[in-house]
């Protein structure tokens, strides 16, 4: 009995070209898999603080979880169209992928521009003064601002806004918690700690008592140990003690920062953008270029997948 020679066509896929589809797909698969987990991650944030039952209040909208919500959902929607679209040769979904592409790409560019123009306006300033005053309020009661302020202020080597003073706004370190007893009364978070690499150990404590009145002349004093000297000896020295107090009340703001950041967060940011502008500029040319490199791979492959189906028709 003859063999039965199985004879097996293969359609013709000439046109496509492999570097683009699988480029596309590589790419795109890493996006789709880091915006779910993002996502996952700020769902799961919001839903251990329960804020889907407060979901219309202004601290839904200021929470680092929802804003992460937005980031996951949008990386992972392009990511989706951009990785199905081309591993499945889909004209829809690469169509879709391109506009999502374009449209970031044009709310960047605008929004490059009016950061540019707004900048030296206050409008800029402002917003994110409103923003941090809002975390220092909410520091005790929400873990994902409290964390996100104390890494900004050990970050960018600051404390408060414009300066310690700003603690103040929160119910703990309000100089008048004390009645209510507050330990943190008066003070500062940790993070506007200055530490030195010899430090094993965060002193989560560091920052208690640093703004009460008279409480770095004390401790001024007792390093040096004049409260220590006896009575004749302050008899015969009392006019040098009298000018080593005044002295002190002078530069009492400059032995605070010997302990304690007593530059605002806004200056921070605003010398940090400065010293990195070419540095944030290049990464944001390179991450605009990547874009119009994605949208004309996605155009081109959409092209050789519809001249493809042209060639088998």
């Not at 987990?37 to 944030?45: D, E, K, R, T, Y």
């Not at 923003?131 to 890494?151: C, V």
């Not at 990195?276 to 492959?301: A, E, M, P, R, Y």
Request: charged share 20%; aromatic share 14%.
């Amino acid at each position: 009995m003859p063999n039965r020679i199985m004879k097996r066509y293969r359609r013709d896929r000439t046109e496509i070209s492999c570097f683009l589809k699988y480029s596309i797909f590589s790419v795109n698969v890493v996006c789709w898999i880091f915006g779910l987990c993002v996502l996952s991650i700020g769902i799961w944030a919001l839903n251990e603080k329960n804020v889907f039952s407060n979901i219309s209040s202004k601290i839904f909208l200021q929470d680092p979880a929802f804003f992460g919500i937005i980031v996951g959902s949008l990386t992972f929607l392009i990511g989706f169209t951009g990785c199905v679209g081309s591993l499945r040769e889909n004209t829809f979904l690469l169509s879709l992928y391109s506009w999502f592409l374009i449209i970031l790409l044009i709310s960047e560019i605008f929004l490059g521009i009016l950061v540019f123009i707004l900048k030296d306006k206050g409008w800029i300033k402002n917003q994110a003064t409103n923003g941090l005053k809002g975390f220092i309020m909410h520091y005790r009661e929400d873990p994902d601002q409290q964390n996100l302020i104390d890494w900004l202020q050990s970050s960018w080597e600051c404390c408060g806004i414009d300066g310690p003073s700003d603690w103040d706004q929160n119910l703990y370190f309000n100089c008048t918690s004390s009645i209510l007893g507050s330990r943190e009364a008066c003070g500062v978070p940790f993070s506007c700690c200055k530490t030195t690499s010899n430090d094993i150990i965060t002193n989560k404590q560091c920052g208690y008592d640093v703004r009460k009145e008279g409480f770095y002349i004390e401790r001024y004093i007792y390093e040096k140990g004049c409260l220590k000297a006896g009575e004749s000896l302050f008899d015969e020295n009392i006019f040098y003690v009298v000018l080593v107090s005044i002295l002190i009340m002078i530069t009492k703001s400059e032995e605070i920062s010997k302990i304690i950041y007593d530059k605002g967060c806004i200056l921070a940011g605003e010398e940090l953008m400065e010293e990195n502008l070419i540095i944030i500029s290049t990464l944001f040319i390179v991450f605009l270029f990547f874009q119009i490199l994605g949208i004309v791979f996605s155009q081109n492959l959409r092209q050789d997948i519809i001249a493809q189906k042209a060639k088998w028709k």
